[in-house]
């Protein structure tokens, strides 16, 4: 082919990869002004301590030794951590690396194909549905589905790699395989089934199983094996898509059994209805929805019976057509051996039910072996181009505004809600997100009748008793919330959340043997909740056990993004609650980080005071005014402390009066507090004329401002000024 030939060629394919790129952008760039939802996004992003602190060696670390919503995806995890590191939490930079991903894979899957097929608008069709399909709205509006972006993305560059290496072989090339693939499985581990989905692009379109080629290929002289030979080029492939699936296997919590469990029959029966839903979803896009009901007791058996013809024709069809079409067999066989680890058989982590975003690599199969049968069916058609190309920009102007729509349904969790009971019947996954919104809302009544419903439902829905507990709780209805704890343990023993929410309530009630067992029981199954650490520590705290509270409450506080603050936080609770060694050793933590933090000077200060530390009093509020000298509040306590100290030598009436002097000034002079501060240092110091008048001063001040507890304390000292006597001890 000459140049000249080549060219058009050339441009077209550039002009169809900046269409994908503005075709994404038109549909999924309205997800810049969206917020988080409350589906799997707190925990896996917002409001995980590790992840927003962004990236580190630490967290890197952290990424791949713990797991995320019962997923390891460590991949995944550190792009969160990234996107935490360059937006902090402003969600619509989350949502635009998602769109950007996807847009780069879209783009990639059309020159992939293009190379496989050597077909540009065919290859550009599949590409244009993938990339604006109402189905992709859940991959790539849900911040928390990262996942399936970015493993679709090492996806087609793995496939990519493979088509190169088999066109051009280097050394290099295996190993590209190897490393996008074990990227891709690190981001998330569906797509384990690419060893499968490379053997059957050697049988269409490259052409590369023995006695199997066949003319359409795009490929053309192509060396040939036999399908075992095929397979053990694929051996290092498939050995790490095994290790991926039983690291994935291992994860505590991932795979449903037992009473939680739905029996095999149901789940055989879901798995079959799902099979035959997704491909009506991807021609009749309509109804779509986050997440789906779960009939309670499985598919309806005519349905599952019509699902298993239907299937069974369509593989019966597919088969006989091999030798003619086989695209037809390549992609629908891709269909149905990607979306098999998600289809159910295996319950993982929930119910056994389909959704959208499991057809993001698999619905490319389904898309492949339509397009090039609708295109080839059409070969004898008059004015086929102009038919097929007016018919190509319909189905792909439709999908982008049904992918519009259906993407708007994300901008917020109460639209997602809204959206799913709306659309299906028997989700009690959507009541209970539903009913954990209308506590946030102070609708705590509905809530609850969300949460009975979920749970009339799905009885075994641990999260559902956890969250109607919660509800209880903040009624006051505490020991029907303390059932529904229990219930939800009883069903998850390893349900970290309810372990802490119930070790709460039964401080509350001062059960703090039980609560401790239950806050230990929290931080053995995730020692990184940091505020079961916390509790657990001022639970120990209340049982009198300082060393063994110190010991979480630093674990807490090395998690926390401000230990600073926290230690702060803690000493000012603490100094509230009357427990003064508590608030003096959090302030003195505080003060181990920042010296010069004037406010755990002035709490530690008060603290020292009220534990009968009046020296320690004195120097810290020297502290703080070292610091923050026009602190008028520590002025007038110190004043006050210096003038009527119970140790003798600590008092000093010229600084007190000094003190009181500069408070009253800065407070504006009319503070009946400080005057009587003033009052007692001019006494303290001897000068009891302006002792006294600055006493009747306040007396008159507080009577004004009804202060009648300071009001009947100065009259008594005036009694003594005007008797030239010091006024006693008096507390700050």
């Avoid at 280097?170 to 190897?178: E, L, W």
């Avoid at 053990?232 to 492939?237: A, D, F, M, T």
């Amino acid at each position: 082919m000459t140049r000249k030939a080549r060219d058009p060629q050339t441009w077209q394919a550039v002009c169809v990869c900046v269409f994908l790129a503005l075709a994404v952008l038109a549909v999924f760039g309205q997800t810049a002004r969206f917020g988080f939802v409350d589906y799997d996004d707190p925990a896996n992003v917002y409001d995980n301590p590790v992840v927003r602190q962004g990236l580190s060696a630490d967290a890197v670390g952290w990424a791949f030794t713990h797991v995320q919503g019962f997923n390891w995806i460590p991949l995944t995890t550190l792009s969160h951590m990234l996107d935490c590191q360059m937006f902090g939490l402003h969600a619509g930079g989350h949502h635009l690396v998602n769109v950007l991903l996807h847009a780069a894979t879209a783009v990639l899957l059309f020159l992939v194909l293009r190379q496989m097929t050597g077909s540009l608008w065919r290859s550009a069709f599949v590409a244009a549905v993938f990339a604006v399909h109402p189905l992709r709205a859940e991959s790539v509006a849900w911040v928390s589905e990262r996942k399936d972006v970015l493993s679709g993305f090492f996806f087609v560059l793995a496939v990519g790699a493979y088509v190169r290496q088999v066109r051009q072989p280097s050394r290099a090339g295996p190993v590209a395989v190897f490393v996008f693939f074990a990227l891709g499985l690190l981001a998330k581990s569906m797509v384990a089934t690419l060893p499968f989905v490379l053997l059957l692009l050697d049988y269409w379109p490259l052409g590369r199983m023995k006695g199997m080629q066949n003319s359409r290929s795009g490929e053309q002289n192509l060396p040939s094996l036999p399908f075992w030979g095929l397979v053990k080029e694929k051996v290092p492939l498939f050995l790490l898509s095994a290790g991926s699936c039983v690291a994935t296997a291992l994860v505590p919590g991932l795979v449903v059994t037992g009473a939680q469990g739905d029996p095999l029959v149901v789940r055989i029966g879901n798995a079959l209805v799902s099979y035959v839903v997704y491909p009506w979803q991807m021609v009749f896009p309509a109804g779509l929805a986050c997440p789906y009901g779960h009939p309670p007791s499985g598919q309806p058996i005519a349905m599952v019976c019509l699902a298993l013809v239907l299937l069974g024709a369509i593989t019966a069809g597919v088969v006989v057509c091999r030798k003619k079409r086989p695209y037809l067999l390549a992609g629908w066989l891709w269909y149905l051996g990607m979306v098999f680890p998600v289809i159910g058989l295996i319950q993982l982590s929930g119910p056994a039910t389909h959704a959208d975003r499991y057809t993001y690599l698999p619905g490319i199969g389904l898309a492949l072996a339509l397009t090039w049968a609708v295109a080839d069916g059409c070969a004898g058609w008059k004015h086929r181009r102009l038919v097929l190309g007016g018919l190509m920009t319909a189905a792909v102007g439709a999908l982008a505004v049904r992918g519009h729509i259906q993407t708007s349904y994300w901008r917020d969790s109460e639209s997602l809600w809204t959206r799913a009971l709306a659309c299906t019947s028997n989700n009690f996954v959507a009541l209970n997100n539903m009913g954990t919104l209308l506590v946030k809302q102070g609708q705590l009544d509905d809530a609850i009748a969300n949460f009975r419903t979920s749970l009339d439902i799905a009885p075994y829905n641990a999260e559902a008793h956890n969250n109607l507990a919660n509800a209880l709780a903040t009624k006051g209805e505490d020991e029907a919330a303390i059932a529904q704890y229990e219930e939800a343990l009883e069903i998850q023993p390893i349900y970290v959340e309810a372990h802490y929410n119930l070790a709460n309530v039964l401080v509350k009630h001062g059960r703090l043997e039980e609560a401790l067992a239950h806050y230990r029981k929290a931080v053995e199954i995730n020692p990184d909740n940091e505020a079961a650490q916390n509790n657990l520590g001022q639970a120990l705290l209340l049982k009198g056990d300082f060393d063994g509270a110190m010991v979480f409450l630093e674990k807490a506080a090395a998690m926390n993004p401000d230990p600073l603050g926290r230690w702060f936080s803690l000493g000012n609770e603490f100094l509230q609650k009357g427990n003064m060694k508590a608030a003096i050793l959090f302030y003195r933590r505080a003060l181990q980080i920042n010296p010069r933090f004037a406010e755990a000077w002035a709490g530690l200060g008060m603290a020292c005071y009220k534990d009968g530390q009046t020296r320690e009093a004195i120097d810290s509020w020297h502290k703080n005014l070292e610091i923050v000298p026009g602190n008028f509040q520590v002025q007038n306590n110190l004043a006050l402390l210096l003038a009527t100290a119970s140790d003798r030598s600590l008092r000093n009436g010229s600084e007190a009066v000094a003190l009181a002097t500069k408070a009253s000034q800065l407070s504006g002079g009319g503070n009946p507090v400080i005057l009587h501060t003033l009052a007692a240092a001019y006494a303290a110091e001897g000068s009891y004329g302006p002792a006294a008048s600055t006493a009747r001063r306040a007396l008159e001040l507080a009577v004004q401002q009804k202060q009648d507890a300071l009001a009947a304390s100065l009259r008594k000292e005036l009694q003594l000024y005007e008797a030239n006597t010091p006024m006693p001890n008096a507390p700050p």
